[in-house]
Every structure is written in structure tokens, then in C-alpha cells.
């Protein structure tokens, strides 16, 4: 079992993608997502949908969550076809390490935890009042760092790497080195460390770190394209700093904001989704005003209303 985790937008998804595309032949592996709208595999790749299941023509599948992880890896595991290996994907709220614990070590191996760092926020995040004692958690539980978004900044990602290790002693690969990080991954992460850095990162290992989120969905009445809904949510951004993360599908693109930041991506293609399209999901700190943030939002469905 593979635990995957990370803070909100750090990159976690673009790597099950990733590891979903380029599993080897033979081997059947079972992703499990708190969202599996979010897997956006190719389309040739899907075999079938049915329910909370996504299965992919290589054998491997998505599986959402639910309501049990527990429960959910039992039924994988005794199930006629087990899996050849499990890969969780945490929330970005979630302790790793906590999700690790999870496994049954009589029937399912922990491999190890990794760890995506969004270089571009990272440092930052970590001296948060609120939300930096989790993300030092995350890091210091991992077994392996990949670092994302390095390439948007002049430095590469150094000074994020150097955080990195001051909190734990785990190696750090970059995500654009896929070679390296995928033979990792499925090599199990044997001989890698783990676990050892909480009480360096001044989190003990037996305190959990409850940070609760809010979230609102924010549907329009009528079509909106992603170019419009982005600039509507860069003022939503620019009022409600307690905006962790943000994500819709539109006909035109997919808007995601992640560290302040929006991107407007392509859809893919053939791509379906068990969530309404032509909506955002917004996350948030406690705190913030939901009202507020709908209302601005609104404006550009009156606006495209109007027109």
C-alpha cells in the first residue's frame, strides 16, 4: 500500500494520472481518491465506469473512498480479484502518516509515504499560523518528497528543497523527472527512512492535527466559459485569503486555483466526470465569507444572464 499525500493543489492527482498511465503490463493496481471526478485518465484508457469505480483497460482502477477506508481496503483485499498494489490518495487536509496507519499489516504492506511539495508555496504555507504545523506533519511523514511546480519559479524550487531538508530527512525528486519518481514508486520505496522527523518538525507523532475545512459549490444558471469564471474568481481570491483551493470543469477548459494561484487547463479529452460539470468547488479555512465569495460569483451569472 502506497500512501500519497500532500497539501491542497499540491500536485497529488497529476501523479496518480501519471502512475495510472504508465503502470506495467500485468500488474492491477487500485487507486483510492476522496474525489474520483478528479482522475482525469484518457479516454482510451477507461474500460468501464460503474458507481464509485473506474475501471482501466491496463486492469488498474479508481475507486472513491467513501465513508470507510478501513472498510474499502478489506473489500479489496478479500475481494476474488485483489489488487497487485493499493495507491491512496490522502486528502490535502490529511496527516499521511494517520492514513498510513490504516493498512492491516496482515494482509495489506505498508510501501511507504509519498509526499507532493508545491515549491511555489510551500515555505510560505509552513510558517502559517493556521495550516503550518499540518504541512510540516505531511513532509516530515513522507518517505519520499516530489517537489511540483519548480519550473514556475527563477530558482527552480531550491529554496522549497531546502525547507524540505530542514524538516526531513526523506529524498527529494522533482515531478517533471518521471523516470525517476514512477520507479520509485513502484519499486516500493524500500530502505527510504519514514516516520523519523515529526518531533523534528516539532509535531509529536502520537498528536493529531485537526484542521477543518468549509466547502461551497458554486453552480451557475447558465453556460460560462472558463476564461470568465477565472477572472470572477481571481476577486473572489483577492477578498477571501481563508481560500485554500478551487476546481471546475467548464465546456472550454478546467479552472483550478491552488496557492493563490489560477490556472485555466484543457479538458481533456473524453473526459467524465461522476460530478456536475459547469461548477466550482471552493475549499476554505474556517472563517471565511461563503456568502460573500457565492455573491461575487454570481455577479458573472447575471452578467452572462444579461448579455
Same mark, same amino acid.
Given at each position: 500500500?502506497?500512501?500519497?499525500?500532500?497539501?491542497?493543489?499540491?500536485?497529488?492527482?497529476?501523479?496518480?494520472?501519471?502512475?495510472?498511465?504508465?503502470?506495467?503490463?500485468?500488474?492491477?493496481?487500485?487507486?483510492?481518491?476522496?474525489?474520483?471526478?478528479?482522475?482525469?485518465?484518457?479516454?482510451?484508457?477507461?474500460?468501464?465506469?460503474?458507481?464509485?469505480?473506474?475501471?482501466?483497460?491496463?486492469?488498474?482502477?479508481?475507486?472513491?473512498?467513501?465513508?470507510?477506508?478501513?472498510?474499502?481496503?478489506?473489500?479489496?483485499?478479500?475481494?476474488?480479484?485483489?489488487?497487485?498494489?493499493?495507491?491512496?490518495?490522502?486528502?490535502?487536509?490529511?496527516?499521511?502518516?494517520?492514513?498510513?496507519?490504516?493498512?492491516?499489516?496482515?494482509?495489506?504492506?505498508?510501501?511507504?509515504?509519498?509526499?507532493?511539495?508545491?515549491?511555489?508555496?510551500?515555505?510560505?504555507?509552513?510558517?502559517?499560523?493556521?495550516?503550518?504545523?499540518?504541512?510540516?506533519?505531511?513532509? !516530515?511523514?513522507?518517505? /519520499? $518528497?516530489?517537489?511540483?511546480? +519548480?519550473? %514556475?519559479?527563477?530558482? &527552480? *524550487?531550491?529554496?522549497?528543497?531546502?525547507?524540505?531538508?530542514?524538516?526531513?530527512?526523506?529524498?527529494?525528486?522533482?515531478?517533471?523527472?518521471?523516470? !525517476?519518481?514512477?520507479? /520509485? $514508486?513502484?519499486?516500493?520505496? +524500500?530502505? %527510504?527512512?519514514?516516520? &523519523? *522527523?515529526?518531533?523534528?518538525?516539532?509535531?509529536?507523532?502520537?498528536?493529531?492535527?485537526?484542521?477543518?475545512?468549509?466547502?461551497?459549490?458554486?453552480?451557475?444558471?447558465?453556460?460560462?466559459?472558463?476564461?470568465?469564471?477565472?477572472?470572477?474568481?481571481?476577486?473572489?481570491?483577492?477578498?477571501?485569503?481563508?481560500?485554500?483551493?478551487?476546481?471546475?470543469?467548464?465546456?472550454?477548459?478546467?479552472?483550478?486555483?491552488?496557492?493563490?494561484?489560477?490556472?485555466?487547463?484543457?479538458?481533456?479529452?473524453?473526459?467524465?466526470?461522476?460530478?456536475?460539470?459547469?461548477?466550482?468547488?471552493?475549499?476554505?479555512?474556517?472563517?471565511?465569507?461563503?456568502?460573500?465569495?457565492?455573491?461575487?460569483?454570481?455577479?458573472?451569472?447575471?452578467?452572462?444572464?444579461?448579455?
Amino acid at each position: 500500500m502506497l500512501v500519497l499525500g500532500g497539501w491542497l493543489g499540491s500536485g497529488k492527482t497529476t501523479l496518480v494520472n501519471r502512475l495510472l498511465a504508465e503502470a506495467p503490463g500485468g500488474e492491477r493496481i487500485v487507486v483510492f481518491v476522496n474525489d474520483i471526478g478528479e482522475i482525469d485518465v484518457d479516454a482510451g484508457l477507461i474500460a468501464a465506469r460503474s458507481g464509485d469505480t473506474v475501471e482501466l483497460t491496463n486492469g488498474c482502477a479508481c475507486c472513491a473512498i467513501g465513508d470507510s477506508l478501513g472498510a474499502a481496503l478489506r473489500d479489496q483485499v478479500l475481494g476474488p480479484h485483489p489488487p497487485d498494489r493499493i495507491v491512496i490518495e490522502a486528502s490535502g487536509v490529511a496527516e499521511p502518516d494517520r492514513v498510513a496507519a490504516y493498512g492491516d499489516r496482515r494482509r495489506v504492506r505498508l510501501d511507504g509515504i509519498v509526499v507532493c511539495v508545491d515549491a511555489t508555496d510551500v515555505v510560505r504555507r509552513s510558517g502559517n499560523r493556521l495550516t503550518g504545523r499540518l504541512v510540516r506533519r505531511q513532509v !516530515a511523514a513522507a518517505d /519520499l $518528497l516530489v517537489l511540483t511546480k +519548480g519550473d %514556475l519559479l527563477e530558482d &527552480g *524550487g531550491a529554496a522549497a528543497r531546502a525547507w524540505c531538508g530542514g524538516v526531513s530527512s526523506a529524498p527529494v525528486v522533482v515531478a517533471s523527472d518521471r523516470g !525517476a519518481w514512477v520507479a /520509485l $514508486l513502484l519499486g516500493g520505496l +524500500g530502505g %527510504l527512512g519514514g516516520l &523519523g *522527523g515529526l518531533e523534528t518538525a516539532g509535531v509529536a507523532p502520537d498528536e493529531p492535527i485537526d484542521f477543518p475545512v468549509e466547502t461551497a459549490l458554486w453552480e451557475p444558471s447558465h453556460a460560462v466559459t472558463a476564461e470568465a469564471v477565472a477572472a470572477a474568481l481571481a476577486e473572489v481570491v483577492a477578498s477571501e485569503p481563508a481560500l485554500l483551493r478551487a476546481k471546475g470543469v467548464f465546456s472550454d477548459g478546467v479552472v483550478q486555483m491552488a496557492a493563490g494561484r489560477i490556472d485555466i487547463d484543457p479538458v481533456p479529452d473524453g473526459f467524465e466526470s461522476t460530478t456536475t460539470a459547469n461548477c466550482l468547488v471552493l475549499i476554505a479555512a474556517p472563517g471565511w465569507d461563503r456568502d460573500r465569495a457565492l455573491a461575487r460569483l454570481a455577479v458573472l451569472d447575471r452578467r452572462v444572464a444579461s448579455s
